[in-house]
């Protein structure tokens, strides 16, 4: 009979190297009791150079090359962090984010993660984390979609570039989505603030009209402003938002 400490090693051993792994990777359809063993064979493992620690729980096959060990890949410690016991817990979001989508040149070494609790910034290998709010259920089809609102949301935060720069590239990635993705952004937005509400109804109302943007202006205060920074030529009808 295989062993907890044989099973771990061989599984370890058939991992490609760079792979990012924590204990759930190991305990499907393990007995409780023996769980405790899983979390001793990784850290024997880590001892004697097998796997690095990444953080606590968090392991990683190092890949070595002729200038020895080298750290995973970005994707991977993305996946860690945004998954637990495969299900989806958080997303990435930000500047990394936004260079992605064309709306920054800027580059960063911070990596922003999305989650509903957000934990204390810390480093893994040299990359920088740090986590934000979000409300809600992270599905896999809403992720690109939730990425519109952040930047919607960090529109006057976005390194070079212009509120007006924004508004076009998040425009052009709304043309992408088909309508039912669209359409999906209105529901999603209720968990943003109002300014984001605000800026979403009206891209939507100007160049998108057949979606219904009544649920965001009924849940905007009249007699609130939102200081975006963008011009009436990119958004005709701002001042019906209430944008300056």
Known sequence: MTTVAQFVKDKVEEMAPGKVFDYSSFTSGMAPAEIPSVAQSLSRLSRRGVIERLEKGKYYKPKKSIYGKTRPKESEIITILTFKN???????TGLPVYNQMGLTSQVS????IATVTPKEAKELQGIRVRYVKRIGHFLEEEIPL???LDAMQDINTIPDATPDDCVKVLKGKIEELPMRDRERLTGLAEAYQPRTRALLGAVIEQYFNKIDTGILRRKLN??????????ANTLPNKSSWNIK
Request: net charge neutral.
């Open 109 to 112: 070494n911070t990596l922003i």
């Open 86 to 92: 495969n299900e989806r817990i958080g997303y990435p």
């Open 146 to 148: 939730r990425q519109i």
């Open 222 to 231: 009249t007699l609130s402003t939102f200081e975006l920074g963008v011009s």
